[in-house]
């Protein structure tokens, strides 16, 4: 894979060679040969075992270049796959140590392909570059100590020639980090600290030359020497628009979650960053949450896309935060443009002011705890999973609509006693989660960025986890726990297909162009946060079966040749 494939990602149907659909991550396929006329007859070809004795959650994304497919399942194994049959060419099994501390489930969304390279992260915060036709390791590189909390969940992308990855470990106290690599043999390009006070390095001739303090200099929006230990971790990674020349990443939760501990706005957590891909210096940085008492990471994907005004083209990126309002920024200078809520109800602020900034309501923030008592507990929404998660939306370049996977949740939380210590968790605060609705608490939501109008709606039982995918036939894919990938009108939103995969789908479907058909996949396998920390929430789930396997979809051909 080369550098040109990977920028033409978006408009190529025959591969895909990005997590996201292309580098700005829309999630949007040009494909339509399977539409909204058709899609009644979609059928399963292949389904193919992740195997292993524990299936956990199935968050990956696929991958596909000449007909092999590169995917990555629950504890940081890769897979490559004969796209057209299912049969198994490799797999690697990182054989992760006893001691690694993934906050939320033993996941991985996916592979980055370079070169004659298939490169993920591990659990174990290690960088692992495979030859893609052996799958032998061809480099290996520990990039943060996992002994301290780090980790790596996110699919790393590779951006001019760079490897570009975020670490994860915000529920542990480490300094959250994003870093660049030559892909070809794992070296450090540059590193940039997503807490502010810690000092970037870029690498020349092997040697670390200083590139600037986050922020400017320590402690300025955080009281003595909690920064040390910030978090922020760009753990979910980003992508990158090619307009401006700029990574855009979130960060998350700043640490410990009682925010009594760190009076001030605590940046760059809870943030989007807008970075330089040549060395790592934030060019903006717009905070959705400042001084987060909820743990509203401000992870999610800033989507690029553009939009007319009034004869103008504005140059956008949106996002639907945890914090449960959606951001339309400026993504030339990170301005904030409009934001409103994309979920039912939220408590924990009583709406933006013109700048984007939170207006808060004190009454739902979590007191500070006594001595030797817990603090006030209050009753927020939504909850800290959020009114959306990791789960990628997908933007639709016909109908300019965002298709975003959401969640109608509230939370009790109060604040704890904590103090740091290496590798253990760093929280300050108990929570329990519960519904808000008897009949459902997942939402699919069809959103104008342009109005913040909701479109349409379709309400899911269970919590919705899985990524959203587009096409130009009128088509919006998505999967629930319940075990079905389902299939939307993209304008209506009735619901148009759905097949029973066995297990909960989390992962991100996929579509692309083989032999002159379409094909759709996607992994099934349930798991995640929310079996773990769900409360509740997690007694409505707990009959969900595990599971681990990829599925692939296309038309049976007279089907095809039918509507031709
Ligand atoms: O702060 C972090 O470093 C971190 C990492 C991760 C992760 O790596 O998946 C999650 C979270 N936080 C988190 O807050 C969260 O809700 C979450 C859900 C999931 C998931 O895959 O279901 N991961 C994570």
Known sequence: VTDQEILDDAKSTDQIVTNGLGLQGQRYSTLDALNTENVSQLRPVWGFSLGGEKQRGQEAQPLIKDGVMYVTGSYSRVFAIDARTGKELWQYDARLPDGIMPCCDVINRGVALYDDLVIFGTLDAKLVALNKDTGKVVWKKTVA?????YSISAAPMVVKGKLITGLAGGEFGVVGMIQAFNPKNGELLWTRPTVEGHMGYVMKDGKKVENGISGGEAGKTWPGDLWKTGGAAPWLGGYYDPDTDSLLFGTGNPSPWNSHLR????????????????????????????????????VNELISFDYQDGGKTIKAAGTADRNGFFYVLDRTNGKFIRGFPFVDKITWAKGLDKDGRPIYDDANRPGAPGDADKGKSVTVAPSFLGGKNWMPMAYSQDTGLFYVPSNEWAMDIWNEGVAY???AAYLGAGFTIHPLNEEYIGVLRAIDPKTGKEVWRYKNYAPLWGGVLATKGNLVFTGNPEGFLMAFNAKTGEKVYEFNTGSGVIGSPVTWEMDGEQYVSVLSGWGGAVPLWGGEVAKRIKDFNQGGMVWTFKLPKEQVVAKR
Do not use: C, E, M, V
Request: charged fraction near 30%; charge should be negative; proline fraction near 7%.
């Open 145 to 149: 100590d996992y002994k301290a909390g």
């Open 263 to 298: 009076p001030g706005d605590n940046l760059y957590s809870s943030s989007r960053l807008a970075l330089d891909p040549d060395d790592g210096s934030i060019k903006w940085h717009f905070q959705s949450t400042p001084h987060d008492g909820w743990d509203y990471d401000g």
């Open 421 to 423: 210590k290496k590798g």
